[in-house]
């Protein structure tokens, strides 16, 4: 009689949970994508931003014109020459967030200027790593996401040429793109449409691009992080790639939502979306764990509640008895 009780509360606290369970799955991926359709916006926001300074740039015309003074000066030390070489320096070393560098190429690949002295005099030819545009596409351009092959670490580098009267190329304006910057943004709270703001700080959101065919990352340049650690060894950078069936099903191209195991293996609940103007997978996702704890939280009492009604039952037939 015992064991056919304590069977019977078993199984009634097993249903309860599978049914709060299932009660909060569809609210979840509701809210989810509300996350998503926010954290899209929030991307097109900044690359809007980041097209308009640049245009700003390529349009200037003192830019320009002190641009070409020099990639057509030889002499560095001549009064000209250092006028227009400090003009452009002021000009880029204002706070462009979305931006780690602000260089200037010559047709040959020598790195005649740039925000970050690193690069100036090293040779950095245009390669297909580099989204070369001109100035009327830049609305339509698509990024190539590539690893540095300085740092070894993702980026992103747009560039667009000179032209000179002749409209002659007589060098390359890039700017390397800030990718933590990005990330920051997609990482960052939303205010929450509906009354669901317990998840609000639980939620993991976070782009993928493809670095290669067989490696996936963040993009981000703060990729040092939980289960994706950089291995160095012999002066070599290899970065782990990162898979979740919603990770590949977006860079699969495909858009959806699901139950799976995350990066970390950790059992989530995540809408993902193939994001192509950018070639990205964005996911928005938050653990199993959070979202089920009610339903776990509820069956355990209506567990433990009639465990103890079924021993003071016990007690007082005990009593009865004797």
């Given at each position: ?301 209506l567990f433990v509640g009639g465990l103890v009604f ?13």
């Amino acid at each position: 009689m015992l064991l056919a009780c304590l069977s019977c509360i078993s199984f009634t606290a097993f249903i309860t949970y599978i049914s709060l369970r299932q009660a909060v799955i569809q609210p979840t991926f509701e809210f989810l994508a509300q996350v998503t359709e926010a954290k899209i916006e929030q991307s097109n926001h900044w690359f809007g931003q980041l097209k308009t300074d640049f245009k700003i740039d390529l349009t200037d015309t003192q830019v320009r014109e002190n641009a070409i003074v020099l990639l057509t000066e030889r002499l560095n030390i001549s009064p000209d020459y250092q006028q227009a070489y400090h003009y452009l320096h002021k000009r880029f070393s204002e706070k462009y967030q979305q931006r780690l560098a602000t260089s200037l190429i010559t047709n040959s690949g020598i790195v005649i200027f740039s925000t970050d002295p690193n690069q100036e005099g090293q040779y950095r030819p245009l390669q297909n790593t580099t989204t070369y545009f001109k100035l009327e596409n830049i609305d339509d351009l698509t990024p190539n996401f590539y690893q540095s092959a300085t740092d070894q670490l993702p980026m992103i580098t747009l560039a667009s040429p000179l032209l000179d009267q002749s409209e002659t190329r007589i060098g390359v304006l890039t700017i390397d793109l800030n990718l933590s910057d990005l990330d920051r943004w997609i990482r960052q709270p939303i205010k929450p449409k509906k009354n669901v703001g317990e998840l609000l700080g639980k939620i993991d959101s976070y782009l993928v691009g493809k670095l290669s065919l067989t490696t996936n990352t963040f993009v981000s340049h703060n990729i040092h992080r939980e289960g994706n650690q950089i291995n160095f060894a012999e002066n070599t950078i290899s970065i782990p790639t990162l898979k979740s069936d919603g990770i590949n099903n977006a860079l699969g191209m495909e858009s959806g939502q699901g139950l799976y195991l995350n990066y970390e293996q950790i059992p989530v609940l995540g809408v993902y979306r193939w994001l192509p103007t950018y070639r990205f997978a964005l996911l928005v996702e938050v653990q199993q764990a959070e979202v089920f704890q009610l339903a776990r939280f509820r069956a355990g009492q209506l567990f433990v509640g009639g465990l103890v009604f079924i021993v003071v039952a016990s007690l007082c037939l005990l009593l009865i008895k004797f």
